[in-house]
């Protein structure tokens, strides 16, 4: 990821992208958002770094492995976060359970 994104803005973007991918999921129960969003984002970046002064045929490798690299950490960050929801979540219910008061 460029090192001049500001993360705010990044977030409020990708936000923007997700709240769509959710309308379109709740007419789409097939999973292909998903995989749509993936090719999007695929088909996005070819153009984007089409827009640079790089030979695309020649840097390709170098290009994909930067992309790649990005999207792995942004992957991993996202995972972890997701299961520590996950296991907070499944703490509270637990701990709700515990609390039921029977009249």
């Given at each position: ?18 709240d769509l991918a ?43 492995e930067e ?37």
């Amino acid at each position: 990821m460029s090192k001049n994104i500001d993360m705010d803005t990044l977030y409020k973007t990708a936000d923007k992208f997700i709240d769509l991918a959710n309308i379109l999921a709740q007419e789409d129960k097939s999973g292909t958002v998903g995989s749509a969003f993936r090719f999007a984002a695929a088909r996005y970046s070819a153009f984007e770094l089409s827009l640079s002064n790089r030979d695309l045929a020649k840097e390709k490798e170098e290009l994909k492995e930067e992309l790649l690299k990005d999207y792995a950490l942004m992957l991993d960050e996202n995972l972890d976060v997701y299961i520590r929801h996950l296991r907070e979540k499944a703490q509270q219910e637990k701990s709700q359970s515990k609390l039921k008061v029977f009249s």
